[in-house]
């Protein structure tokens, strides 16, 4: 396998983006991150080293290309990593099921992770990695990105834009 095929994106690397987002943290150390989002540190390294490949993360993984990032979020996000609802289940509210499209869209169909301790039913989203409904638990702003962003993978277009819009002020 070449060099190269080893620095594609993965989903998860994603959630590390916007994990970083939400810390604002230059001084981060992996193995913090690591725990915070219930992922290996070699997954945390393996995600700093494909995105800082990508340009997304600069100044020697410390910091996100904050423009580039939403750019791929808007631009490629829903066509690398498309979703669309299954089942229902219980789980974590997503999408404009969960704060802060919810108070924007009103919708008798909600859309969760899949999770166990989850508080809500609804048509299940595959999250970008299997532990976002726990990691959200520990952090709500972490929580509003990643579902402005499945709002961008499963929403229609009115909702995506306004998704977007929420995102440009929160990450760029």
């Known amino acids: 396998m070449s060099k190269s095929n080893l620095q594609q994106m993965k989903p998860q690397d994603i959630v590390v ?4 987002i939400a810390m604002d943290d230059p001084n ?9 989002l219930y992922m290996s540190q070699s997954e945390i390294s393996g995600s700093i080293s494909r995105s800082s490949y990508a340009g997304l ?13 939403f750019d791929f979020i808007k631009y490629g996000l829903a066509v690398v990593f498309p979703q669309h609802p299954g089942a229902l289940v219980r ?13 924007e869209i009103a919708s008798e169909e909600k859309y969760v992770w899949p999770y ?3 508080r809500a039913r609804g048509q299940s989203i595959a999250p970008l990695y299997p532990t976002v409904p726990q990691a959200v638990v520990l952090d709500p702003y972490l929580h509003e990105l990643l579902a402005l962003m499945d709002a961008v993978r499963v929403g229609r277009a009115r909702e995506k834009n306004l998704a977007l819009e929420l995102l440009e002020q929160r990450i760029c």
């Not at 983006?17 to 970083?20: D, F, G, R, T």
């Open 17 to 20: 983006l916007a994990k970083l």
């Open 28 to 36: 981060y150390i992996q193995i913090g991150l690591a725990e915070v």
């Open 57 to 69: 993360i600069t100044n020697k993984g410390k910091e996100v290309n904050r423009k580039l990032f």
């Open 91 to 103: 789980g974590t509210v997503t999408a404009h099921s969960a704060p802060p499209l919810d108070m």
């Open 116 to 118: 166990a301790k989850g």
